[in-house]
């Protein structure tokens, strides 16, 4: 029967546990994170706080107290805002502190993390050269921009083609795509065949008429786009400065395609670490500025203690002075003594010698 029961029972989901336990690391760095970063500001408004409650109980106080206590009061008054003076000097310096780390942070992120190039641009054939071709520079006056060495390449372009007898007519043409470098060179080539979508002539017809309405408004027209994969290429030495592209016409034929528009479009895709970066970026900022944070603290405790605790170190300072002078004024005081005595013995012993002499 047991058997039977254990093969009966439904199986149970797999859980997801290892997915809740990743979103709460995450969610547990987050909060650990802005607590650290925000630290300095609660420290400030506890320091006002207290300074504030102990303030007003100083004051309470020299009222109710006779005139003899007023004098200890006054200390206390004193020592309070000197402590408000010291809680404000060490908040100011933990947040220049932070300002500082999170400045270094964000900037050695920012040189590691390489943000994939995303450019479109429209390309312009040459019609006058027997084989049309078009130049994309990566060195333009209105933008400047280079693929960094590791990202992969990919290149693409897009041709607006209208739906011409003589283009119907052409049917296929090559289309070959090439990397130049800075001196001229080709670095990879590609070339492939093109064509427009086939569409037979019952299809163009029922089309025209039943966008014909749209055709004569000119909200529609009769044009294909087509998007070309051109080619994929490893960035690398040497650099790519120019993409080259270039219609050729089918064999034994002169015919040339006829365009509307032409554009290049070329994204890059880093390493995956690096991608892995970028898409982390706010992250690796936030944890790198809080170890600097943290170094900077250490290192301000460590070497540079005064700058930190000035009050301090002169109440110390004057609270050593103070020992040293109490301890010469005891000294002298205990000189004083000792002649004072010594004054004092020298009669006795004086009388003693006359009474001995008179006996002699």
Not at 74 to 83: A, E, M, P, Y
Not at 149 to 173: K, T
């Amino acid at each position: 029967m047991k058997e039977q029961d254990n093969q009966l029972k439904i199986p149970e989901p797999l859980r997801a546990d290892w997915f809740m336990v990743l979103v709460t690391i995450q969610a547990d760095l987050i909060y650990n994170a802005l607590v650290v970063l925000s630290s300095p500001f609660f420290l400030l408004y506890r320091s006002y706080r207290r300074a504030v409650v102990t303030v007003s109980a100083a004051e309470k106080a020299v009222k109710r107290a006779p005139a003899r206590i007023a004098g200890g009061a006054g200390r206390v008054v004193r020592r309070t805002w000197f402590g408000i003076l010291g809680a404000c000097h060490v908040s100011m310096v933990m947040v220049l502190a932070l300002i500082l780390a999170v400045v270094i942070g964000v900037g050695i992120v920012s040189l590691y993390v390489e943000k994939p190039v995303v450019v479109r641009d429209r390309l312009f054939f040459d019609y006058t050269e027997e084989n049309p071709s078009a130049v994309f520079s990566f060195d333009k006056k209105k933008r400047s921009f280079s693929v960094p060495v590791g990202h992969s390449v990919h290149v693409s372009l897009v041709l607006w083609m209208p739906e011409s007898e003589i283009n119907r007519r052409i049917g296929v043409f090559q289309l070959k795509v090439e990397l130049l470098s800075l001196k001229g060179e080709t670095i990879v080539r590609s070339s492939q065949p093109c064509m427009l979508r086939f569409r037979s002539k019952p299809i163009r017809l029922a089309r025209t008429f039943v966008m014909s309405v749209p055709l004569i408004a000119g909200i529609a027209n009769e044009a294909q786009t087509m998007r070309i994969d051109a080619l994929k290429h490893q960035e690398k030495m040497p650099r790519t400065k120019a993409v080259r592209a270039t219609l050729i016409p089918r064999a034994q034929t002169r015919t040339l395609p006829q365009l509307y528009e032409a554009e290049i479009v070329i994204n890059s895709k880093p390493p995956w670490i690096k991608r892995m970066a970028y898409n982390w970026k706010w992250t690796l900022c936030v944890w790198t500025s809080m170890y600097l944070y943290v170094a900077i603290l250490t290192a301000l405790l460590w070497c540079f203690r005064p700058v930190l605790f000035p009050y301090t170190s002169s109440r110390t300072i004057s609270e050593s002075e103070n020992l040293e002078i109490e301890v010469v004024e005891e000294e002298q005081e205990q000189v004083m003594e000792r002649r004072r005595r010594e004054r004092r013995n020298q009669p006795r012993r004086r009388n003693f010698a006359t009474t001995q002499k008179s006996y002699t």
